[in-house]
């Protein structure tokens, strides 16, 4: 099969191409695309340069004549915009017998909106982290919070707000923002890769630090029950079919026992997919086998206590 990713050249792009590159079924053609002409492309067989999604028509157009020039089977649409816009115009005007790998659209709009994300935890009795939408706010939280945008990805337009004066500014600023109390901190931070085939659900957790910005440098395998058992709870009560990636945080607080808050779900694969394929969890792959039909194998390999992610470097052709 030939397989088109898109946004290849970023870190998640990068992760699902090297899963791609461990997939048990015949692969003939790897192709990727991004708007950025020195994306990495030893990894891939093909490169392509995409045009931005801004221009919805000739992204589209871009799309269909890839997709028949490679006679692609499958497209694994990675940044938010692409997959947003994918979502809307899953037809076979663009895709023709091309199977592209999103979400539903319902799931999509609520896991992308921050606000709407923390709705869906309450409705469903799941722990979330007190949040407001910032016209509406009136001090209800102490000093700090944050201001979150309610669309954004990868830690963008996040604010630590320490004072009157900071909430001030960030009112002007992102009139279309969240304020929401900080749980935990960042060294009990925690990413969940679930997936599920419409009947069952599989999970995998780690315990993350970050490092390059806001990826996660290095994890820890982590077997706790309780955080098992919420990200499960949230793939059941959304009707999963396919991945999510969930972000956890440990509040250890009023009650006597921890408690793990979720406050974060991407509608999508994520920057941990490599880590997770090494640990027997193949996701990425798993998401072909659906479409083809194969049943879900899932054989959690003893990995060593913590993996770290490696920079690479290579030469342009």
Known sequence: MNILVTGAGGDIGQSVIKCL??????????????IDPNAA???????????????????????KDTIQRY???????????????VSQHNSRAVFGDATPL???????????????????????EIPYPETYLIDEYDGELEYPFLIK???????????????????????????NAIVQEIIGTTGDEYTVGVFSDGVEVYMIAFRRYLGYGSMSKYVELSHNTTLANTAVKIAKCCGLTGPLNIQFRKYTGYSPFDIYV?????????????FRHLCGFHDVNWWIDLQEKIPIKYELKPPSSRMVRIIGEEILP
């Open 262 to 274: 979720p406050f974060e779900v991407n509608a999508r694969i994520s920057s941990t997919a490599y």
């Open 149 to 175: 945008p309610r669309k954004s990805w990868g830690g963008k337009g996040v604010a630590k707000i320490e004072d009157k004066d900071d909430l001030d500014y960030y009112r002007k600023k992102m009139p």
């Open 71 to 85: 006679r692609i089977q499958y497209v694994y649409p990675v940044p938010e915009k692409e997959i947003e816009l």
């Open 41 to 63: 492309r030893g990894l891939l067989d093909t490169f392509v340069q995409s045009p931005r999604t801004t221009d919805v028509s000739t992204y589209l157009w871009f799309l």
């Open 21 to 34: 590159r461990g997939y048990n079924r015949p692969l003939l053609g790897l192709v990727g695309c991004d």
């Open 102 to 124: 999103v979400l539903n659209r319902e799931l999509i709009d609520i896991f992308t909106d921050k606000y709407r994300t923390v709705e869906f935890f309450r409705d469903h």
